[in-house]
């Protein structure tokens, strides 16, 4: 397989560094699986720039970890989305506030792009978890998300007011999907009650 360096022009890291640093991720053909491999990262990035950057660029399809050694999948997206606004408010004063859905149309086992831009009206006291669900034409789910925003990097309890949060990740529809029309849903609950929030 192919593989690239990441050459790091100065340590410790920095944002503009990490973004400077995996500068040929955006050269990519869009909708490219590739694989970044981190080792060590506790000590090799800190401040998780690398994972940041990447989440501002990619969208995560998956992960493993062997040993020190963190591998992430990622498709490549476009620099700029199509945000449709949403605007849905849930308990609490947290907004969904738009979502970009690069793929009009999927075919079965490959992957549905989505990018969420959320935004609180103010502080969060629970580190809640979001739920995206792929419905098929007779409403059973049959894909699923569940993670803390930004693939576990923006936790709602650092959200500061009226400041937007962005997560971006792919989801993979089995291969036995049937067609028809999917309804994408979004939610949050309470990862340790395992209660919903209202819309």
Do not use: C
């Amino acid at each position: 397989r192919e593989v690239t360096p990441i050459e790091v022009a100065h340590f410790p890291l920095t944002d503009e560094a990490a973004a400077k640093s995996l500068r040929g991720i955006r050269a990519l053909p869009e909708g490219t699986a590739f694989d970044v491999i981190l080792v060590d990262e506790a000590r090799s990035d800190p401040g998780r720039h690398l994972l940041v950057t990447l989440d501002q660029h990619g969208f995560y399809l998956r992960e493993s970890w062997y040993g020190l050694l963190h591998q992430v999948t990622y498709l490549s997206g476009p620099a700029e989305l199509p945000f449709e606004p949403i605007e849905a408010v849930y308990e609490g004063g947290i907004m969904l506030a738009s979502i970009a859905l690069p793929e009009a149309q999927v075919t079965p086992g490959g992957a549905v792009r989505v990018a969420l831009e959320w935004q609180t009206q103010a502080g969060i006291q629970d580190s809640y978890k979001v739920f995206v669900h792929l419905a098929g034409p007779d409403g059973v789910i049959i894909a699923q998300r569940d993670a803390v925003p930004g693939n576990g990097l923006y936790p709602m309890t650092g959200w500061q007011p009226g400041i937007s949060v962005f997560g971006r990740f792919a989801i993979t529809l089995p291969p036995d999907a049937p067609p028809g029309r999917y309804e994408v849903r979004v939610g949050i609950y309470h990862p340790d009650l395992g209660l919903r929030l209202p819309v």
